[in-house]
């Protein structure tokens, strides 16, 4: 596995509008094009080699990218919110740039709610969207909501507060990351803590907008049926922030979208998941027309 400190530092900065976006592009210039959506709070590089790698042996070109207010791109005051539309900008604005037409999307939780907007507003940019952990109406009582043992000890590390010195911090966001990993898979806290440690040199804050934009933004719940990109769903039973019926609803609700449960799986995309389902995803890529024999 790559260094996650090396892996960290690749990339440039991308001017979309008025802002500064961190993006990472590899591949061949005529490979079809993944963009990996990251989650909230959540840099690019978080997104593990073992899909970005295999992607990349298939010939395909590879975008990740720091949302704006986190990572290395343009931070954001409390004072001045935003919404997923304006992520969804933001992406679109970078595709422009590197004179992307369209693409796949992999996003995860945040990053696949981003995907959905993209996918309405401009469903001629989406080749396919593929959704990890994520939900059509965060806080839609129907749906379900968090976990409360998990509330419990969110609330109390928000009462609490962050560290102030960097090897506390790296132990508080390995923490959280063991908060939504799930029980299928071993925790593997010291890829965790190279990750966290990366993470903290690359640009970490405490807090962004990301939450605020997730619930502020109007819910898709009722215009799933608009979206017609090929659509992949994966979601674990043991996700503790959007429960399994999120998963659910989002492959009902989207014509002929593809549901994989995982049982035991958390709120987390680890390698080994990639491992078990790489010729979902594959077999997925291929039925939307992108890949070639």
């Known amino acids: 596995m790559r260094d996650a400190a090396t892996d960290a530092a690749r990339g440039v900065a991308v001017p979309v509008g008025e802002l500064s976006l961190w993006a990472d592009l590899q591949g061949p210039d005529d490979g079809d094009v993944v963009v990996l959506v990251a989650g909230a709070d959540s840099p690019g590089f978080r997104w593990t080699p073992a899909l970005v790698d295999r992607l990349l042996a298939e010939g395909h070109r590879v975008l990740r990218f720091d949302h704006r207010d986190c990572g290395r791109s343009t931070r954001f005051g409390a004072d001045d919110p935003y919404l997923l539309d304006d992520l969804a900008d933001d992406l679109l604005g970078l595709l422009d740039h590197f004179g992307i037409s ?25 080749r396919s969207l593929t959704m990890f952990g994520s ?13 409360e043992a998990f509330v419990e000890k969110m609330t109390a590390r928000l009462f609490a507060g962050a560290p102030t010195d960097p090897g506390a911090q790296i132990d508080w966001l390995v923490e959280l990351d063991e908060l939504l990993h799930g029980p299928l898979y071993p925790f593997d806290r010291e890829r965790q803590r190279a990750l966290a440690a990366a993470e903290i040199a690359t640009g970490w804050a405490v807090e962004t907008g990301h939450g605020v934009a997730v619930h502020a933004s109007p819910a898709r719940l009722d215009r799933l049926a608009e979206i017609t990109a090929p659509t992949l769903v994966v979601h674990g039973s043991a996700d503790p922030v959007f429960p399994v019926a999120h998963g659910r609803a989002l492959a009902t609700g989207i014509d002929g979208a593809v549901l994989v449960e995982v049982e035991g799986l958390g709120h987390e995309v680890p390698d ?22």
């Open 102 to 126: 369209a693409s796949h999307l992999i996003g995860r939780s945040m990053g696949a709610m981003v995907g959905q907007v993209v996918a309405l507003r401009a469903p001629e940019r989406v």
């Open 135 to 147: 939900s059509p109406a965060p806080g839609d009582e129907r749906l379900g909501g968090p976990d």
């Open 272 to 293: 080994e998941l990639i491992e078990e389902l790489w010729l979902v995803l594959e077999l997925h890529l291929r039925a939307a027309g992108s890949w070639t024999d």
